[in-house]
């Protein structure tokens, strides 16, 4: 079939799909309930469907009657029956695809079960619903005219018990049908390549003369991969050499760090930025509108949403709510139910809402404390963990400590920089950051693929406060003694300045 006619049909069964798109719109709680029973119903023969008497479900209540809250540490032991093999365990079709990423507490990686459903359903139906909604807000479009560059991870797949892990994106390319690599740039064999620099030149050999319309990714990956092509092709703009450049759709990490310079590189005002949020867990919002900064909820993925506000959560007071009953401006952990077997799930990220007609939202953050400016998904007890083994290695004692990254500026990579303060300090800070550095890899496979030569994180940056530094600045705001405590993890900036005017 000729691309032309190919990219014409296609645009046509996507504009086809706003019409389903409204009626979750017009009817979010009908549609919601819709979801839940619908899993419930599918699930009921399971292990856990029988344990949780969903054949009895026929509502909200009674779902939430005999389903506890979940997350992946009291998940873990049935992913991990699962990707030996079993079936029936927490979803009726066999799970074969498992999504590895980093997280947990308790481990360095975690594996999310992708179902069939879940692929079908879920995470294609969402990158139709991503280019109907953009087609919808811009008739004039010549998206389907060329190709998107997309980048995903830089992982194998990796066969066990007759059951695959690898990254998201990994298993998506993997799965996706023969056609749709039609409209896209790289290659499937160079997109699943799994050694970073390799595969940075085998897609620039590929995409630079090629008519790319539109970039998806993770800003901070993307952004390395186009200056490198900007270096290979001596242009001055991406502009320069993809003439017909209209739309970067990206997700992942919060783009504001990353704005301005996208701006550099593609100086057009008519260059549109379209938002998306998903995860290994599913794929759950969209931005609807051009110029922008929230997104959709979409609700007929199946998947069935609860929230948590966050000012009980952790607490004895804590509730969960439906989204019936969430409310603007307020912040919320969110809580999924999916098609791929997770019930009552804390994903642990953060969100506001910013309508409830429709539903939309703002990704706020995280449930703990975290740095993922770079998709490194740094979380608190990755730090504490390697710093114990720094200062085990260089005896040396800490007494309180705060972390920022470093924003990548031009072509500078990024990193993160450590403000410490110490009553023992060691030897050699050298030493020390280097020890920190090779824990923090041991610990986080993220944050390893970022520092893997250099890529996106440099080695981190650490300062020795010197002695009373964190007392003088809590003083400072007033925040001395009661329940005050020095921020460990941010994804901004402040703190670290403030520490440093003062170091």
Same mark, same amino acid.
């Given at each position: 079939m000729p691309?032309? %006619? @190919?990219?014409?049909?296609?645009?046509? @069964? %996507?504009?086809?799909? !706003?019409? $389903? !798109? $409204?009626?979750f719109v017009q009817h979010p709680h009908r549609v919601q309930e819709r979801v839940l029973l619908e899993l419930t119903n599918a699930a009921k023969n399971t292990e856990l469907g029988k344990a949780y008497n969903f054949g009895e479900v026929t509502n909200y209540q009674q779902f939430i009657r005999n389903t506890p809250l979940t997350t992946y540490e009291s998940f873990e032991p049935f992913v991990e029956r699962a990707r030996r093999g079993e079936r029936n365990i927490f979803w009726h079709t066999p799970i074969k695809w498992f999504a590895k990423s980093s997280g947990t507490t308790n481990a360095k990686s975690k594996f999310i079960p992708v179902s069939e459903e879940a692929l079908q359903q879920c995470h294609y139906k969402s990158g139709k619903d991503m280019l109907c909604l953009y087609l919808n807000n811009n008739e004039d479009s010549n998206l389907f005219k060329g190709k998107s560059l997309r980048l995903g991870g830089s992982k194998e797949l990796y066969e066990q018990n007759g059951t695959y892990f690898g990254d998201l994106s990994a298993i998506l390319i993997e799965n996706l049908p023969f056609w749709a690599e039609l409209s896209c740039t790289p290659s499937n064999k160079v997109s699943l390549m799994s050694e970073w620099e390799s595969k940075l030149k085998a897609i620039i050999r590929e995409a630079k003369n090629e008519n790319v319309t539109s970039i998806a990714g993770v800003p901070s990956w993307m952004l390395v991969l186009l200056n490198r092509i900007l270096e290979e092709t001596k242009k001055e703009h991406l502009l320069e050499l993809w003439k017909n450049l209209e739309v970067y759709f990206h997700g992942g990490v919060s783009f504001t760090? +990353?704005?301005? $310079?996208?701006?550099?590189? !593609?100086?057009?005002?008519?260059?549109? +930025? +379209?938002? !998306?949020y998903n995860a290994s867990e599913g794929f759950f919002a969209i931005q609807d509108r051009n110029n922008s900064d929230e997104m959709l909820l979409m609700l007929d993925y199946g998947i069935f949403y609860e929230f948590i506000p966050m000012d009980t959560f952790g607490t004895a007071q804590q509730t969960i709510i439906p989204l019936s009953e969430v409310e603007i401006g307020k912040n919320y952990a969110m809580v999924i139910t999916t098609n791929a077997g997770l019930w009552r799930y804390l994903i642990g990220d953060t969100v506001r809402f910013t309508s409830v007609s429709p539903y939309r939202i703002k990704i706020t953050g995280r449930t703990k404390h975290f740095i993922n400016v770079f998709g490194e998904e740094l979380i608190i007890e990755n730090a504490e963990r390697a710093l114990e083994k720094a200062c085990e290695q260089t005896g040396s004692h800490l007494i309180e400590y705060t972390v920022?990254?470093? @924003?990548? $500026?031009?072509? %500078?990579?990024?990193?993160h920089e450590w403000v410490i303060e110490f009553d023992a300090p060691p030897a050699s800070l050298e030493h020390f950051t280097e020890v920190l550095d090779t824990e923090l890899k041991k610990l986080n496979s993220d944050y390893e693929a970022k520092r893997y030569n250099n890529m996106t994180l440099n080695m981190p940056k650490v300062h020795q406060a010197r002695t009373g530094l964190f007392h003088d600045w809590l003083k400072d705001k007033d925040k001395l003694g009661g329940q005050n405590k020095v921020p460990r993890l941010s994804n901004s900036r402040e703190y670290v300045e403030e520490l440093l005017k003062l170091l």
């Open positions: 691309l032309a %006619l @190919f990219n014409s049909i296609t645009s046509w @069964f %996507l504009k086809r799909r !706003i019409d $389903q !798109i $409204q009626e760090p +990353y704005r301005e $310079q996208y701006k550099h590189i !593609i100086p057009s005002d008519t260059f549109r +930025y +379209y938002e !998306i920022a990254p470093i @924003f990548m $500026q031009d072509k %500078l990579k990024g990193g």
